[in-house]
């Protein structure tokens, strides 16, 4: 399975991004996908996932209600809708697959795109 991650640029604070990761390989319609991100200086943290029908999401705690995660398995892709953006969501945004289930662990994953960086200014 190979990732390619899109949509990261340069935003100003209280705007809105929408990241893409679309699949290649194989299917993931099968498997649970999730996005992490690492800041400048920091270690890698999750932000969220999503099992593989989509019925069910979850998020780190400090991102409910600002970031959505989605996924369209037709087109074999997920999404990260990140609104009310701040300086400190400034990272690179991974995404990932995970054949075991939608986990916080990014040792739950085992396929991983390249990142796209979305910087926000203040």
């Known amino acids: 399975v190979q990732l390619q991650a899109c949509g990261g640029g340069l935003v100003q604070a209280g705007g809105s991004l929408r990241l893409s990761c679309a699949a290649s390989?194989?299917?993931?319609?099968?498997?649970?996908m999730g996005w992490f991100r690492q800041a400048p200086g920091k270690e890698r943290e999750f932000v969220a996932t999503i099992t593989w029908s989509g019925g069910s999401t979850y998020y780190a705690d400090s991102l409910k209600g600002r970031f959505t995660i989605s996924r369209d398995n037709a087109m074999n892709t997920v999404y990260l809708q990140m609104n009310s953006l701040e300086p400190e969501d400034t990272a690179v945004y991974y995404c990932a697959v995970s054949r075991n289930g939608a986990g916080y662990g990014e040792y739950e994953y085992d396929y991983w795109g390249q990142g796209t960086l979305v910087t926000v200014s203040s």
């Open positions: 390989g194989r299917s993931v319609s099968r498997y649970a």
